[in-house]
C-alpha cells in the first residue's frame, strides 16, 4: 500500500510541475508584442528612404494575424491577388512561395519582446537576395518597419510607418 501512495505522490507533483511550466511559458509569450491588426501605409510619416531605396518597397497595407507561435501577413496587390506569408516564431524556418520565388525566413524576438526581426533569403530568378524586416511598435495604433537589404550601391535602409485601422 506505501508503495501506491508513493507512485501517487509522484503523479501529483508531476502534474503540478506540468501545470506550472504550462503557465510560466504562457506568461512568458504574453509579454511578446502582438502585431495583429490591419495596417493603412503612412507615406508622410514614413522618412525617405537611404542609399537610394524604393519607399513603396514593403510599403502597402497588410493585415496581421498572430498567435503564440504564428505571425500571418496577407497583403493584397494592384492586380487583387492575395499574397499570404507566415512565420514561426520560435526562430525556425518557414518558407513561403509567391510569383517571384520561394522565400526562406527566421523570425527571432528581441531580448525584451518588444520588436520582431525577420530575416528572409529570397531566390529571384536564380539569384537570391538578403532582406531583414525589424517591426516594433511606437504606441498602440503605430508600427515601424525597418527593411534593409543589399542595393545596387550598397545597403539599403528603408523606414515604413503604419498605422493601425
Not at 512568458?28 to 537610394?52: H, I, M, R, Y
Not at 518597397?57 to 496587390?77: E, I
Not at 538578403?130 to 516594433?136: D, G, H
Not at 511606437?138 to 485601422?165: H, W
Request: aromatic share 6%; charged share 25%; glycine share 10%.
Amino acid at each position: 500500500m506505501k508503495r501506491d501512495f508513493s507512485y501517487l505522490i509522484k503523479l501529483i507533483t508531476l502534474s503540478v510541475v506540468l501545470v506550472l511550466t504550462g503557465t510560466v511559458l504562457a506568461d512568458a509569450q504574453s509579454g511578446k508584442t502582438n502585431f495583429a491588426g490591419s495596417w493603412v501605409f503612412n507615406a508622410e510619416k514614413s522618412p525617405q528612404p537611404e542609399n537610394g531605396g524604393n519607399q513603396r518597397m514593403g510599403g502597402g497595407d497588410f493585415t496581421v494575424t498572430q498567435d503564440a507561435n504564428l505571425l500571418t501577413r496577407s497583403r493584397t496587390g494592384q492586380d487583387g491577388t492575395t499574397r499570404v506569408t507566415k512565420y514561426t516564431l520560435d526562430g525556425k524556418e518557414s518558407i513561403n512561395n509567391s510569383g517571384r520565388g520561394e522565400s526562406k525566413s527566421t523570425a527571432n524576438w528581441s531580448s525584451d519582446g518588444k520588436s520582431l526581426t525577420i530575416d528572409s533569403k529570397i531566390n529571384f530568378n536564380g539569384n537570391e537576395r538578403t532582406i531583414s524586416e525589424t517591426w516594433s511598435l511606437l504606441d498602440a495604433k503605430t508600427l515601424k518597419i525597418l527593411s534593409t537589404r543589399q542595393g545596387q550601391n550598397g545597403e539599403v535602409k528603408v523606414t515604413m510607418i503604419f498605422d493601425r485601422k
